[in-house]
């Protein structure tokens, strides 16, 4: 798999606005926001995409999720909601084939998404 602006951001090559980090998962306030709240949530491991994950991922994904959950819990926004959003290629409107987690919270989120 090609690198991508995350690899960059996972090896401090280029700058980012951290806000989590564990051994597998780090999390940075995304550069262009859509909401009030909204950090990406990407796997040290690259996986292109949620098409490319296989049961070996399995872990990995759910550490994602829970990571994103327990980041809402922590900035009090789990109560009145949030949205955990996961593109995937084009029609996904993916444009980082690197996946991550978008949590966007702290406004009201309209469904069905555009
Ligand atoms: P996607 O469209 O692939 O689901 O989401 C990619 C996200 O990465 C977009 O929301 C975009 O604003 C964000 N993004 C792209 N380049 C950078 C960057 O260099 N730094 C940060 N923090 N976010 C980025």
Redesign the pocket.
């Known amino acids: 798999m090609g690198d991508t602006?995350f690899g960059k951001?996972i090896r401090r090559e280029?700058p980012?606005d951290i806000v989590y980090e564990d051994d597998d998962v780090l999390a940075?306030?995304?550069?262009?926001p859509q909401a009030p709240v909204h950090v990406?949530f990407v796997p040290k491991r690259a996986i292109a995409t949620l098409d490319a994950a296989t049961p070996a991922d399995a872990e990995l994904l759910g550490k994602l999720l829970l990571a994103a959950a327990a980041y809402a819990r922590s900035l009090g926004v789990a109560g009145q909601g949030y949205r955990t959003v996961i593109?995937c290629n084009e029609h996904g409107?993916?444009?980082?084939f690197h996946l991550?987690v978008?949590l966007l919270a702290g406004r009201h989120m309209q469904w069905p998404p555009g």
């Open positions: 602006i951001i280029i980012a940075f306030r995304d550069l262009n990406l593109n409107g993916q444009t980082v991550h978008h």
